[in-house]
């Protein structure tokens, strides 16, 4: 498998990480991530964890919630900054 993960539904702030906002009702590739061994969802971001061990994020970060040490949101993968 290749670990590709696609996502649907409200795309608000981005969450479904294919470069828009716009909702989806049937599942579209998230863009650019491969390797995905985990997803975690949440309500407006969402993040997989790569079998390389980089964690990505993406969708609302107005509280720094995708750990890239910006309150930027964002329409598709980042890697989040570890220490």
């Not at 969402?46 to 995708?66: F, H, I, P």
Request: charged letters at 15%; hydrophobic letters at 30%.
């Amino acid at each position: 498998t290749t670990g590709e993960i696609a996502c649907w539904g409200e795309n608000t702030d981005g969450q479904l990480g294919d470069g828009s906002t716009a909702g989806r009702t049937t599942p579209g590739q998230v863009s650019g991530l491969t390797n995905a061994e985990q997803v975690i969802a949440g309500s407006s971001h969402t993040c997989a964890l790569r079998l390389t061990r980089v964690l990505s994020c993406w969708g609302y970060n107005v509280s720094g919630q995708l750990g890239d040490g910006t309150a930027t949101s964002r329409l598709v993968p980042t890697d989040v900054l570890w220490p």
